[in-house]
């Protein structure tokens, strides 16, 4: 059987993604589905560097504003509803292009990662979210690392929920997530597919993290995450664990100095996109864009369309 087109464009946080989507779904009659665990949710636009409508340049997005941040929204939502898109994009006639930088998202749909296979224990869940509150959400991401190694490298000790869910796999079954997720990625894609990773420089991928955090405060991080707490959103909400949002969360409610805060979100923002370069060498066929060794963003998207005519 024929297998369709997907190309997915990923890389750490602030590496482009966003612009060469666009410019690639314009060249190749695509349309985008983004791959961001906290674009997805409306009134976040600020401290998630959402696309604006404007850069969109008319090209179709998927995920984007389609949850409020108080919704549940997961891997296996995302997995559900990207394939869904997936489809419809194909009806259209048009090419899907997955772009954004959760790798375990674009990993869940690349391989149809099968998330049914234990029923949600919830009492011990109970337990470890009564745990993570007295201790602390470091502590039990301790826990976790003494089972789990490698899903504790992946998973940031801020995401209670993901933590808790690879806990709850490994007494369930005995066996790490990591393992279950591994063994999934072994099966053969439906697609034919282009997975692309944008990479640059640490020092001028940093350089550009920090610059875009100075941006956000300028546009009104802090008046945005005011906002939302008005509308009632808390520190307990996976959507308030995102990046730049419980850092602001924290300096209003404990009436710290907003430098210090802007201050950590760049080193927590570094952070993760040191993890999620580290996630992506994991991940097999591959093929990493190293953005310096173009002479322009023409040059690397005529590349990348090259490239993709040999699928489409």
Not at 160 to 189: C, D, F, M, W
Not at 212 to 235: S, Y
Request: proline share 4%; with cysteine; hydrophobic share 35%.
């Amino acid at each position: 059987m024929e297998k369709n087109p997907l190309i997915i464009i990923t890389g750490p946080t602030a590496s482009g993604k966003t612009s060469l989507s666009v410019e690639l779904a314009k060249e190749i009659n695509g349309e985008i589905i983004s791959a961001d665990s906290m674009q997805v949710y409306r009134g976040m636009d600020i401290g998630t560097a959402k696309i604006k409508p404007e850069e969109m340049c008319g090209i179709k997005h998927y995920l984007i504003d389609e949850y409020d941040p108080w919704d549940e929204f997961n891997v296996a939502i995302f997995k559900e509803r990207c394939s869904q898109y997936i489809e419809e994009i194909y009806s259209h006639g048009k090419v899907p292009v997955i772009a954004g930088g959760t790798g375990f998202y674009i990993q869940a749909v690349l391989y149809n990662i099968n998330f049914n296979e234990t029923e949600a224990d919830n009492p011990y869940r109970e337990k470890l979210w009564h745990f993570a509150s007295v201790y602390g959400a470091e502590a039990l991401h301790s826990e976790l690392a003494k089972v789990d190694k490698v899903s504790a490298e992946a998973i940031h000790p801020n995401n209670t929920k993901r933590v808790i869910r690879a806990l709850e796999y490994y007494k369930q079954t005995g066996k790490p997530i990591s393992l279950h997720n591994e063994e999934e990625r072994k099966k053969e894609p439906p697609f034919k597919f282009k997975y692309f990773v944008l990479n640059l420089p640490r020092d001028i991928l940093y350089g550009r993290i920090n610059k875009r955090v100075d941006i956000m405060r300028e546009e009104g991080l802090e008046n945005e995450v005011k906002e939302l707490i008005a509308k009632g959103c808390t520190r307990n909400m996976v959507s308030m664990q995102g990046l730049g949002y419980k850092e602001i969360i924290d300096a209003l409610e404990k009436d710290l100095p907003l430098d210090d805060a802007f201050e950590k979100i760049k080193q927590e923002t570094r952070h993760f996109a040191k993890r999620q370069i580290t996630w992506f060498k994991r991940e097999k066929e591959v093929e990493w864009l190293d953005k310096d060794k173009f002479n322009s963003e023409k040059e690397l998207l005529n590349y990348c369309v090259s490239e993709c005519q040999k699928i489409i």
